[in-house]
């Protein structure tokens, strides 16, 4: 069993290590990254999210694992405001450090590692999507001073190209396009094309988020505080989910997966995209860096469990 597992992780450790090197090394300048970040998250990513929910299969058990997953992300919220003292000075953006997940930049990437597909992890994402762009949003809005509107966030969602990729895959998905298209004659060349453009994202993602990896020593206790807090949260959220929908729905090892590859990851990278972090941005990317790390070894453990 430890044969496969280290096929699956080593390659994640290699593009991560190798994002590192291109940083240090300055073989990507940062300009560069820009460029490439462009390319994955107004390209490759929304092509991603648009054949995940093009192709999944619409029932009960999508729509109850998006409440799930969305009611879980907002106590996780609550509970953040409620234990911010444990990361003082750095409580203000505590809470959203402990909520919601990195499923675009991340969690598509590992789960096409594991699975050799990525549309499976659009069950879980669906809600994490939703979650990250109003309850989310809006808090960390707040908490940044800045007004709080329903149109404000109506505009964050129609505008992000990621969230219209998603939402064009479930209108023509929920309403069968996806099924009839696959099942034709124009179905291979739907599937190449979509390939083409999807094939390279989780390499690219992984290089992406190595480069960007970085590690203040001066913060590693609150960092340390913070990450061990997620961990419990996400914990406890994986093991309730799970509880709730494996009981009104069969069992679904893949969705058990994907739950799990969900409650691994980090919190979202946009957290700097949509707050004046300040003096916070280092403790902000350094526990963002941290339990990237985490989200690695805890990937060799979900590796191991897909292969009992």
Do not use: K, Q
């Given at each position: 069993m430890i044969l496969p597992v280290i096929q699956m992780v080593l390659p994640i450790v290699l593009l991560l290590g190798l994002g590192t090197v291109c940083r240090k090394k300055q073989l990507l300048r940062p300009e560069g990254l820009a460029g490439l970040k462009t390319v994955v998250g107004d390209l490759c990513l929304p092509v991603v999210?648009?054949?995940?929910?093009?192709?999944?299969?619409?029932?009960?058990?999508?729509?109850?694992t998006?409440?799930?997953?969305?009611?879980?992300?907002?106590?996780?919220?609550?509970?953040?405001?409620?234990?911010?003292?444990l990361a003082a000075p750095h409580g203000r953006f505590f809470p959203f450090l402990l909520t919601s997940a990195e499923g675009g930049m991340l969690g598509y990437a590992l789960y096409g590692v594991l699975m050799g597909e990525q549309s499976g992890f659009a069950a879980v994402d669906l809600g994490q999507t939703v979650f990250a762009y109003t309850a989310f949003l809006g808090a960390l809005t707040m908490v940044d001073g800045q007004q709080v509107s329903i149109k404000g966030m109506v505009r964050n969602i129609v505008t992000n190209k990621c969230c219209i990729g998603m939402a064009l895959g479930i209108l023509l998905g929920a309403a069968g396009v996806g099924q009839w298209v696959l099942s034709g004659p124009a179905g291979g060349i739907v599937t190449g094309a979509i390939s083409m453009l999807t094939a390279p994202t989780s390499a690219l993602v992984l290089l992406?988020?190595?480069?960007?990896?970085?590690?203040?020593?001066?913060?590693?206790?609150?960092?340390?505080?913070?990450?061990?807090?997620?961990?419990?949260?996400?914990?406890?959220?994986?093991?309730?989910?799970?509880?709730?929908?494996?009981?009104?729905?069969?069992?679904?090892r893949s969705l058990q997966i994907a739950l799990m590859i969900l409650y691994a990851l980090p919190a979202p990278f946009i957290i700097p995209l949509f707050a004046d972090v300040g003096d916070e941005g280092k403790y902000i990317s350094t526990t963002l860096s941290v339990h990237t790390i985490c989200t690695v070894l805890l990937f060799a453990a979900i590796a191991a469990f897909s292969l009992t």
């Open positions: 999210l648009f054949n995940a929910f093009f192709t999944a299969n619409y029932s009960l058990s999508v729509v109850l998006f409440l799930a997953v969305y009611l879980g992300f907002g106590a996780a919220l609550l509970a953040g405001f409620a234990l911010r003292r992406i988020v190595g480069y960007e990896l970085e590690l203040d020593r001066s913060l590693l206790r609150p960092v340390a505080v913070t990450v061990l807090c997620r961990l419990a949260v996400m914990g406890l959220l994986l093991a309730a989910v799970s509880f709730i929908v494996f009981r009104l729905i069969p069992y679904d």
